[in-house]
């Protein structure tokens, strides 16, 4: 093994000089990884919570009008840096059959939208005529974020008749279902006419992916808790309790994926690559730490520990998750002492490291993910390079010769791809007319593959690649794309791969084997989610901010301190 | 109705695939059709026509000067190659005789061509400067669409005769106009069967969990 240079964290070292050790993207980029990632001190809530907790923010019900049956209209606000934020919540009747989670949905238990400042009767009496109707209302750009969540069947209405009896509600259905609403869409940057992220993307508090977004969710996951306490209160006014502070921490809010998150990775290779740049950062610069101190020693030991009880707690129905889980939980078990002792050695987290590399992907990622958590300030200073507002583009005076070397140094993977094998070509991404919901198809059996998504990014490259063969080295690329502006998509991503390489997906997205969860969960645990509950190979269920601190726990100095929860 | 940037580029990008543009194109075409838009004018009208306008391809023969001539030139179809030679400085000067939508190409050159300033002259007439993706006209330009005897050339800056144009953050789009788009997007979307709504997604009909 070659050591790294010997620094500390204490020591400074420059984020545009990459450590030794970090991850190639042929690593890391393969689906199989990606969906096995874990959340990181760098993933989205994680940033959000940081910034609440540091700006002391103070949530405020504005309005609470709600009536028994908890039907009606609710504003709860809170400030960061300076600035207002208020949720606005409209909940309604809704009959079990109409309660999906899918895109095709037409009514929900609850709509909501972020208003940026505090708003007034006016707005609340527009918005209640568009909310509730979500992508089929109309909105302005006051309205930041637009979402609807659901209940929560088994664990509401159980929520609701123990506190009113003045009981808490019984610990293992709180444990196995983990939220009490979910939400089905959380609709940020400018769709149906809220704000575009432009708006935001400048303000404190507000530059890094998704915040506004986090937000809102936080504030929904305030929203359910006090939703079911009034309810219990209305219910029975003299027995009724509030939820225990112990059960409302580790009440996250629920959230349904599905397909369209992830085509987002693909559609947006910039963004993705600074993901995992700031991420396989965080690793590599964890992994060059010399020694621990005590304090870190401790600190490692106590997370290795939470991370045994929180894989003992997670739980699904799918069978293929099961049995990973089940591994995982053995292979965590078998390096206890040997994790006991490697925190003693020099290169301590390297080793670590190392040692998972024989087992598991999940055992590999879940480790990572526990080293980056002793991280501190300078681990998180590189929360600031996720963000991206740049799109691929094309550099039209490359020269030919340039670009071929991309495609062989960079999209080998692609090129080693048969696509003469029917499998290859198995699937293709398409939208549907019903709702737009992204959908995947079967290309030999379904009709409509003649109008794809572009996911299809290894075939592209190899098309490109054959047909690059016929053009002389020292052409320039606006010339060549003069003659072939088909291939100006593909082009734009292989040159943006030059100077972003971990911006692409290594393996065929419409093969037989693709299977789009890995992208779900990807993206899901840099939002922060965790215990991943895969419906199907295409749709999860997750829990997000469970383990989080609530509004009034945000002054607490541990407000940080919930990677990977455990209810006990 | 007032739209936002991203939405309209949404749909202007679906409108452009679904009226059979690439999808490389239609990208850098959705942005600077937005981004021209974004100064309130006519474009989102016009915007299907040249969708649909049949293919022309340009031909450049030597690549040696920096000035070159064009025909006939469709916004669409060949206004990002005019860009790219801007931005690449394979050519410092373009004549062009006749183009089918002068804002849908000041649009493109806003959105693709940010080294250098340019400025463009109609009939010798200085009417659009771009700088760094900033942009100067004379009003009546708004109201342009085909124009005759262009030139693209270098700016030195030393004519300050146009007024620099503020983009708004909502854009303004007629309500026929964003439907004729929509029905462009149309072409994109697979329409449903019970097979595909049960199985596409890869979920339920229901969750009463």
Same mark, same amino acid.
């Given at each position: ?8 964290l ?5 984020l ?12 890391v ?5 990606l969906g096995s990632f874990f959340p990181t001190r760098l993933s989205f809530m994680r940033v959000l919570i940081r910034q609440l907790a540091e700006q002391k923010s103070v949530l ?18 809170i400030n960061l840096f300076?600035r207002?934020y208020?949720l ?26 972020l208003? %940026?400042? +505090?708003?007034? $009767?006016?707005? #609340? ?7 509730? !109707?979500?992508?089929? *209302? ?6 930041l974020v637009?979402s ?23 610990? %293992?259905? +709180?444990?196995? $279902?983990g939220y #009490?609403?979910r939400t089905?869409?959380v609709?940020g !940057?400018?769709?149906? *006419?809220?704000?575009?992220r432009?708006?935001i993307a400048?303000r404190n508090g507000m530059s890094g992916p998704f915040q506004i977004e986090m937000l809102a969710v936080y504030l929904i996951r305030e929203f359910t808790h ?19 502070d112990k059960?409302k921490r580790y009440l996250g809010i629920g959230n349904?994926t599905?397909?369209?998150m992830?085509?987002f990775l693909?559609?947006h290779?910039?963004l993705l690559n600074n993901w995992m740049l700031a991420r396989e950062t965080a690793i590599a610069n964890m992994r060059?730490i ?5 304090t870190q020693?401790t600190h490692i030991t106590k997370l290795y520990y939470r991370a045994k009880n929180h894989l003992?707690q997670w ?34 987290l ?12 999940e055992?590999q990622e879940l480790m990572v993910s526990l080293i980056v958590e002793i991280g501190g300030d300078e681990i998180d200073q590189l929360t600031h390079c996720m963000t991206s ?113 971990y ?17 779900l969960r990807c993206k899901l645990s840099f939002f922060g989610a965790a215990k991943f509950d ?6 999860t269920r997750i829990t997000l901010y469970q383990g989080a601190p609530t509004a009034s726990e945000l002054r607490y100095s541990d407000a940080d301190n919930w990677w990977l929860p455990v209810l006990e | ?209």
């Open positions: 093994m070659t050591l790294p240079v010997s620094h500390t204490n020591d400074a070292h420059s545009a000089q990459l450590p030794a050790q970090i991850r190639q993207a042929s690593m980029m393969r689906l199989s990884r405020k019900t504005q309005t609470w009008s709600l009536d028994k049956n908890g039907f009606g209209r609710a504003v709860l606000s300076g207002e208020s606005i919540a409209f909940t309604q009747p809704l009959s079990d059959e109409n309660r999906t989670d899918r895109v095709i949905a037409e009514a929900w238990d609850s709509t909501y939208v208003y %940026d400042g +505090i708003p007034e $009767t006016e707005d #609340l009496d527009r918005l209640e005529q568009q909310v509730p !109707n979500q992508e089929a *209302g109309r909105y302005s750009d006051k309205e637009l609807r969540a659901n209940k929560s069947v088994r664990l509401f209405q159980h929520v609701v008749d123990q506190l009113s009896e003045g009981k808490q509600p019984d610990f %293992d259905l +709180i444990k196995s $279902t #009490l609403m089905t869409a609709y !940057n400018g769709k149906f *006419g809220i704000a575009d432009a708006k400048k006090r939703l079911v306490e009034h309810i219990a209160k209305c219910k029975s006014p003299k027995n009724a309790c509030l939820l225990s059960l349904s599905g397909l369209g992830a085509p693909v559609s290779p910039v060059s010399h020694l621990l101190d005590q020693k003992s739980q699904t129905t799918d069978i293929t998750q099961t049995k990973k889980i089940s591994c995982l939980r053995q292979e965590w078990q078998k390096i206890e002492p040997i994790f006991l002792d490697k925190i003693e050695n020099e290169y301590p390297e080793e670590l490291v190392q040692l998972t590399n024989s087992y598991s992907l055992m507002d740049i799109s691929p583009y094309i550099l039209p005076n490359m020269s030919l010769k340039f670009l071929k070397n991309i495609i062989k140094q960079q999209f080998n993977w692609a090129l080693s791809i048969d696509f003469s094998q029917a499998d290859e070509n198995h699937q293709f991404w398409y939208t549907s007319a019903t709702k737009l919901e992204p959908r995947l198809g079967e290309r030999y059996s379904e009709d409509g593959a003649e109008k794809e998504q572009p996911l299809d990014i290894a075939k592209q490259v190899q098309a490109l690649n054959s047909e690059l063969e016929k053009h002389d080295d020292h052409q320039i690329t606006a010339i060549f794309i003069l003659k072939h502006p088909e291939f100006r998509y593909i082009i734009k991503r292989i040159q943006t791969a030059s100077w972003a390489p911006g692409e997906i290594q393996d065929n997205l419409i093969g037989k084997n693709c299977k789009p969860i890995d992208m895969p419906k199907s190979d295409r749709w | 109705m007032f739209r936002s940037f991203s939405e309209t580029v949404f749909l202007c990008y679906k409108a452009c695939v679904g009226g059979g543009v690439d999808i490389g194109t239609a990208q850098d075409i959705a942005v600077s059709t937005t981004l021209i838009g974004t100064y309130q004018n006519e474009i989102f009208g016009q915007l299907p026509d040249l969708i649909s306008a049949p293919q022309n391809k340009q031909h450049i023969t030597n690549t040696f000067s920096k000035t070159a001539n064009f025909e006939s030139v469709l916004a669409v179809h060949n206004g990002l190659f005019l860009a790219d030679c801007l931005q690449s400085n394979l050519l410092e000067e373009i004549k062009i005789k006749e183009i089918d939508n002068i804002l849908l190409f000041v649009g493109i050159c806003l959105h693709l061509v940010t080294e250098f300033s340019w400025d463009i002259l109609i009939d010798d007439k200085f009417v659009v400067r771009i700088s760094n993706k900033n942009l100067s006209a004379d009003l009546a330009f708004l109201a342009s669409g085909g124009a005759k005897n262009i030139t693209i050339q270098k700016s030195d800056e030393t004519n300050k005769s146009l007024i620099h144009l503020k983009p708004t953050s909502t854009i303004f789009i007629d309500a026929e106009n964003w439907h004729a788009l929509n029905r462009l997007a149309a072409h994109t979307y697979v329409d449903e069967t019970m097979h595909s709504r049960i199985s596409g997604a890869g979920a339920g009909l229901t969750d009463n969990d």
